[in-house]
């Protein structure tokens, strides 16, 4: 009887430790997560102090847990809004180099052109004088449109360039022949004999072929660099999915419900949940890389065969040279002229031929090395070049390399691969880490995708990459594309738009929505489909493209 009594009493009190045992597993206290969680900015209010039942949990495993419903939601959110910062910040030096290189390119550009003019305006008028400032606007004309032209003007260079050397001819010959008064008919008729009477020498056509390709080439370039800050910034605007929120939250908030708000993810895990997050992105490289490499290829053309500081700061030379030849053969051309065209009428002024012809005779002096303007902006075109050219090259492979940088970069994941959280609890990862791009999210464990609706925006940005590569390619063969002017509708020729003067390269990008594409990325490259890209132009912007079709062929195109 006793013995019973006994044996009852340690089983009462056994029953007893065990239910003290539970109620305090149970009661595991919260205290760590509150405290986390209260450092996110978030209130307490609806923070339990002790583990509660987690039935109600969307996302992370339930059983006891410290997060209520609430909390779930409110760090759902917050996953979302941590990995558009983290986009954002790891892509923010290389967005911000192609805004201050366009920028530094741009002021050299247009300080270069700026030298140039101030240059053969001081020299001709101490040469020329009166004689030049009469007809100073055939030179400020050249200036103005060659501006216009770089800051996507609608302005076709070859047409204009003729057109100079046209009104050149027609104010010296008038000046030559002062004696004489000519009509505007007999003036066109001069001017239809300048190729064959070369009354400039062999410089017209030298120069330009030298303007043409450098010109198209530094206007092409700086368009490349803000077409790849734009894109770059469309991009970083990640659009993050349900499926991605869901995957965030599991990874980075997963540990707070359970407990360990301190846990780091797995280096994999990590991996897993950014390629997922981020496959879009990914796809964006190829295209990417072949708009870096065009760039690449045409900042050596700036320096190399179509030096575009070779070619502006002596313009005032090569106009002298061309003006000096046509003093020399006056009399030749004169007469040619005269035979063609008719004897023309003598003035009533009675001008002398000999006095103008005095003064034209004065030899131009370009300046001396001392005299010349500094270099534009500070810089020199190599040091420009070579600068840009490195930070291009840091751009390569960004979009595909963006996912484990997020992981590496902003110590998201933990070091120790025993010690960190696997999804569901502490211990190592097991699944392999998939591969970059959409297609390959077929295979991800922890980023549930629908492989075959890959992201709009994403493709209009390939779209637009695609037709600024094949711009860029043509550049680099000297070669210009045709756009619509937005302020002369139904003119296609020239190139960008009608900008006023004070105009820079600045402008806004717009892209035609571009169609759904298949997973498939051969059968993208295979699709036809057409991208219309245009840039508006205001006090500070320029339209640069303008309802361009393109073949996505034509982005395959080799280098000749």
Request: glycine share 6%; with cysteine; net charge neutral.
């Amino acid at each position: 009887m006793c013995a019973m009594w006994r044996l009852r009493v340690i089983l009462c009190t056994l029953s007893v430790l065990s239910l003290s045992s539970a109620g305090e597993s149970k009661a595991r206290s919260c205290s760590e997560v509150r405290q986390a969680y209260s450092a996110k900015g978030f209130s307490l209010l609806h923070a339990p102090h002790q583990e509660i039942s987690g039935e109600h949990l969307r996302v992370c495993p339930k059983g006891y847990t410290c997060c209520t419903s609430e909390m779930e939601d409110k760090l759902s959110q917050q996953s979302k809004h941590e990995l558009e910062i983290m986009v954002e910040n790891s892509s923010y030096n290389m967005r911000t180099t192609f805004i201050s290189r366009h920028k530094k390119f741009d002021e050299f550009f247009l300080e270069l052109l700026d030298n140039s003019e101030k240059s053969l305006n001081s020299m001709f008028t101490k040469t020329y004088g009166k004689l030049y400032m009469q007809n100073s606007e055939v030179f400020q004309d050249l200036f103005t449109e060659l501006k216009r032209y770089y800051t996507g003007g609608n302005v076709n260079l070859e047409e204009m360039l003729n057109d100079f050397w046209s009104r050149l001819l027609e104010r010296m010959f008038q000046l030559l022949n002062s004696q004489y008064h000519f009509t505007d008919d007999y003036l066109e008729c001069v001017t239809k004999y300048t190729d064959q009477l070369k009354p400039f020498g062999d410089v017209p056509r030298k120069l330009k072929a030298q303007v043409t390709k450098a010109f198209i080439a530094a206007r092409t370039f700086v368009q490349g660099l803000m077409v790849g800050r734009e894109v770059a910034n469309r991009v970083a605007k990640v659009n993050i999915v349900p499926a991605c929120v869901r995957a965030l939250t599991q990874m980075l908030y997963c540990p707070y419900c359970r407990g360990m708000p301190g846990l780091k993810p797995c280096h994999n895990y990590c991996y897993n949940v950014m390629r997922g997050c981020l496959a879009n992105q990914a796809d964006l490289d190829t295209e990417w890389n072949l708009f870096i490499d065009a760039m690449l290829a045409v900042a050596d053309r700036l320096v190399g065969p179509v030096n575009i500081e070779a070619v502006i700061e002596p313009i005032d030379i090569k106009i002298s040279e061309a003006i000096m030849t046509m003093q020399d053969n006056s009399m030749q051309v004169s007469a040619k002229v005269f035979q063609e065209c008719g004897q023309p009428k003598p003035s009533s002024v009675g001008r002398s031929a000999r006095g103008i012809s005095d003064s034209f005779g004065s030899r131009y002096r370009p300046f001396t090395p001392e005299q010349r303007p500094t270099t534009a902006a500070g810089t020199s075109l190599d040091r420009l070049v070579i600068d840009i050219k490195d930070k291009l090259l840091e751009s390569k492979r960004f979009w595909s390399k963006l996912p484990d940088d997020i992981c590496a970069e902003s110590k998201l994941s933990a070091s120790d691969e025993e010690q960190c959280w696997n999804s569901h609890t502490k211990g190592r990862y097991f699944p392999e880490v998939v591969k970059e791009g959409l297609t390959n999210q077929v295979n991800n464990p922890e980023v549930i995708l629908d492989i075959t609706r890959p992201d709009t925006l994403i493709r209009q940005q390939i779209m637009t990459l695609r037709v600024m590569t094949n711009k860029l390619k043509n550049a680099y063969n000297g070669n210009d594309i045709s756009f619509q002017d937005s302020s002369d509708e139904g003119s296609s020729s020239g190139s960008g738009s009608g900008c006023s003067d004070g105009c820079t390269t600045e402008f806004v990008l717009v892209v035609t929505e571009a169609p759904v594409i298949g997973p498939d990325r051969s059968d993208e490259r295979a699709a036809a489909a057409a991208a219309g890209q245009s840039f508006s132009c205001g006090p500070s912007t320029m339209l640069v493209m303008g309802a361009l079709t393109f073949p996505l062929w034509a982005a395959q195109t080799q280098w000749r």
